[in-house]
């Protein structure tokens, strides 16, 4: 997700975010409902809902959602290492 979210154009980052909340009438955006769904991953599903995609540029979400990613790997790898 992390290097895909790197790579994929700003068109379609605003069609999972900005598109998303309207075609799924649901207020949230794409990438939030596969984390969740798909993967379990609650707190960053919720952390990337909780951006306001009207104070941000499409660059500036995108950064914003690879910030939050990062941070939430780097959080599991530090508890893994702990558990080890």
Known sequence: FLVAVKKVSIHSLY???FEARLRLERGTNDFSRWLESQLGATKLSKAIA???PYT???E???SKIVSLVEN???F???EESHAS
């Open 60 to 62: 500036g979400l995108r």
């Open 76 to 78: 599991l790898k530090k």
């Open 50 to 52: 909780k951006l306001d």
């Open 72 to 74: 939430r790997l780097n």
């Open 56 to 58: 941000h540029t499409l």
């Open 15 to 17: 069609h999972h975010i």
